[in-house]
């Protein structure tokens, strides 16, 4: 960890953000001036940390109406199709928009209860823009 502060780290940002994604390390920076404190980590870094995060798809097949169902107990999500691939494109969808609205709303998320889902949700946005690692996250391959 090599420790930086606020505006030392000010002038050697993309130095900082390099070196975090190439070489593995973890920055620390400090606001003298308030006590406030940050990292700065690579997404190789964040991939070691959440790597072993993954969910478990629960498949239910309405025959009645006959639609399907997917369900993530991890992130408490549903998907719903008339087929089980539109299903599993449903919660794909839905993963995302629950990584971005929780995101844009952590305080809210931590106070209701889902502080368990913010590894998951950290996962998510590592692995956005690729839809084999997302299928194979929520459990669909």
């Not at 606020?6 to 400090?30: G, M, P, T, Y």
């Not at 991939?47 to 995060?53: C, T, V, W």
């Not at 609205?101 to 998320?109: G, S």
Request: aromatic share 14%; hydrophobic share 45%; proline share 2%.
């Amino acid at each position: 960890m090599i420790m930086f502060l606020l505006n030392e780290a000010r002038k050697h940002l993309s130095d900082i953000v390099n070196e975090s994604n190439n070489k593995l390390r973890l920055f620390f920076i400090k606001d003298e001036e308030n006590s406030t404190r940050s990292w700065v980590m690579g997404d190789k870094f964040m991939e070691l940390l959440f790597d072993g995060f993954s969910c478990q798809v629960e498949w239910e097949k309405e025959n009645k109406l006959g639609f399907w169902t997917a369900y993530v107990p991890e992130l408490d999500l549903w998907g719903k199709g008339d087929t089980w691939e539109e299903a599993a494109e449903d919660l794909v969808s839905a993963a995302l928009d629950y990584m971005d609205v929780f995101l844009n709303n952590i305080p809210f998320y931590l106070k209701a209860g889902r502080k368990k889902h913010l590894p998951y949700v950290f996962r998510l946005l590592q692995i956005q823009g690729n839809q084999d690692k997302m299928k194979e996250f929520l459990g669909l391959v």
